[in-house]
């Protein structure tokens, strides 16, 4: 039983021998997941006897309402709500007046967690997990990761857990764990999620997940491909006395470049223009809907009059995965009146 807040007044010399003293013998836990309160307690003289107190006023009160009779020696609550709570017992007498009040927590909220990773698209070989538990989980034995079987991280897919990498941030409340990613498939999608009531809180309440308590963490190692494509039709001229198939326009509408990657890249528009070279003209972006940052075009614009005009792709641009971009063939096509 916790220890008791005593508040004694009126009691001097041969008062307090007289007086009658409440000791509880029945309460809730100093923290307790229970929303019902069940209080009992006797009464003693100041030597620590037994006593009817036949002629006290004995009264109870809960938190700040008013004080009522309590002559059973106990009362009970029910429906009460989260947060600090206080008990309270008096005994009146001719002579004396004594209070014993007692504190409690009422935490009917399950700890929860959530779990990030660095990087949810990635083309390593493994990936660090962060876990944030909202209050100190100490109960059940805690967050524990002593191998893979015993470990209140859970994997579904191409990737398993590093239980000797658990590193403590803060003891009960914070963690990071390494996810390795399988090296035997290029590509590929795991699920990582926190288990179930592996661990309670102070009150006693079991560990329970929530929207953030799983990640998915996919991984690709396949090159990025690009196609580099215009919009110009193909004619048939002569070249060198060769019948050839070649994209030739006069129409400055048709002067469209376009990129297609094969997964979403994270560089800005401009970016993507930086690496783009042409040998004459100025490319400009469009409004070109880019699909999950997939496909992008723009338009050529201030080319002279006649030109063969070469538009390549180098490298350095990214997929969201951290795998670089292949340089792109390079397209070509003739612009003017010469040409048709």
């Given at each position: 039983m916790a220890s008791l807040l005593w508040i004694l007044s009126l009691l001097s010399g041969c008062l307090w021998a007289q007086a009658q003293v409440p000791v509880l013998t029945r309460a809730p836990a100093l923290v307790t997941a229970q929303r019902n309160a069940t209080f009992e307690f006797m009464v003693k003289n100041a030597s620590g006897g037994n006593d009817a107190c036949s002629d006290c006023a004995i009264q109870c009160k809960l938190d700040g309402s008013p004080?009522?009779?309590?002559?059973?020696?106990?009362?009970?609550?029910?429906?009460?709500?989260?947060?600090?709570?206080?008990?309270?017992?008096?005994?009146?007498?001719?002579?004396?007046?004594?209070?014993?009040?007692?504190?409690?927590?009422?935490?009917?909220?399950?700890?929860?967690?959530?779990?990030?990773?660095?990087?949810?698209?990635?083309?390593?070989?493994?990936?660090?997990?962060?876990?944030?538990?909202?209050?100190?989980?100490?109960?059940?034995?805690?967050?524990?990761?002593?191998?893979?079987?015993?470990?209140?991280?859970?994997?579904?897919?191409?990737?398993?857990?590093?239980?000797?990498?658990?590193?403590?941030?803060?003891?009960?409340?914070?963690?990071?764990?390494v996810l390795n990613l399988s090296a035997a498939t290029q590509s590929g999608r795991v699920i990582v999620a926190l288990g179930k009531e592996f661990c309670s809180d102070l009150a006693g309440n079991k560990f329970r997940r929530g929207d953030n308590s799983s990640v998915i963490v996919r991984f690709d190692r396949t090159p990025v491909d690009v196609n580099l494509w215009t919009g110009i039709t193909e004619v048939q001229v002569v070249v060198n006395k060769q019948p050839r198939s070649l994209q030739v326009t006069r129409d400055i509408g048709d002067l469209g470049i376009f990129l297609d990657f094969s997964r979403p890249i994270?560089?800005?528009?401009?970016?993507?223009?930086?690496?783009?070279?042409?040998?004459?003209g100025v490319l400009q972006p469009t409004e070109r809907k880019s699909h999950g940052k997939r496909r992008y075009g723009f338009l050529l614009t201030n080319i002279s009059d006649s030109a063969v005009v070469t538009v390549q792709l180098q490298g350095g641009l990214q997929s969201r995965d951290g795998t670089y971009v292949l340089q792109s063939n390079h397209v070509s096509f003739l612009y003017g009146n010469p040409f048709l």
């Open positions: 004080f009522h009779d309590c002559a059973s020696r106990g009362d009970s609550y029910s429906s009460l709500i989260d947060g600090d709570h206080v008990f309270e017992v008096s005994i009146q007498t001719v002579n004396s007046s004594v209070s014993v009040s007692y504190n409690w927590t009422v935490d009917s909220i399950p700890p929860t967690g959530s779990i990030t990773v660095d990087r949810e698209f990635t083309n390593a070989l493994n990936a660090t997990l962060h876990i944030i538990l909202s209050e100190s989980c100490a109960g059940d034995g805690g967050f524990k990761c002593s191998d893979i079987a015993n470990c209140p991280v859970t994997t579904h897919g191409p990737g398993s857990i590093v239980p000797s990498s658990l590193r403590v941030i803060r003891p009960n409340l914070e963690y990071n764990l994270v560089n800005t528009t401009e970016e993507i223009l930086g690496a783009l070279n042409v040998t004459d």
